[in-house]
């Protein structure tokens, strides 16, 4: 991710993203486990705001703590680099998990029609 304001902006997205499809299926499908459908969207929303949370870091070692600016640059943006890398890879796990809790609370029999659905 190029920055934190970008970052969080793709969170923001891909979640909400994610939450209105649950949410089509919590009202519109007949049989769906309404409250484990809820509880997804919950693990949605909270990976959504812990990934915003830990972006909202800074690089504390100053450019004095460096030979010159082309060391601090670089040492920055590694740091950086491998912080949204880590954040981003907990998000996707935690999206995930949440994504199969909410296919589990969908009947079979939905399931089946949109797997016929897909392959027509």
């Known amino acids: 991710m190029p920055n934190k304001r970008d ?3 793709y969170a923001d997205a891909l979640g909400a993203s ?3 499809e649950m949410m089509v ?10 409250k484990a459908i809820a509880g997804a ?3 949605v929303l909270e990976a959504i705001e812990d990934a915003k949370n830990k972006s909202n870091v800074f690089f504390e070692r100053g450019v004095k703590s460096f030979a010159d600016h082309k060391e601090y640059a670089k040492a920055k943006h590694e740091f950086f680099r491998a912080l949204f890398n880590n954040i981003e890879t907990e998000f996707g796990a935690k999206i995930d998990e949440a ?3 909410f296919n589990a609370a969908l ?3 939905y399931k089946a029609a ?5 392959n027509a």
């Open 107 to 109: 009947p079979e029999s």
């Open 7 to 9: 970052f969080k902006k």
């Open 18 to 20: 994610v939450v209105e």
């Open 41 to 43: 969207v919950g693990k």
């Open 99 to 101: 994504v199969k809790e």
């Open 25 to 34: 299926s919590y009202y519109n499908v007949e049989g769906a486990d309404r």
């Open 114 to 118: 949109q797997k016929e659905i897909a």
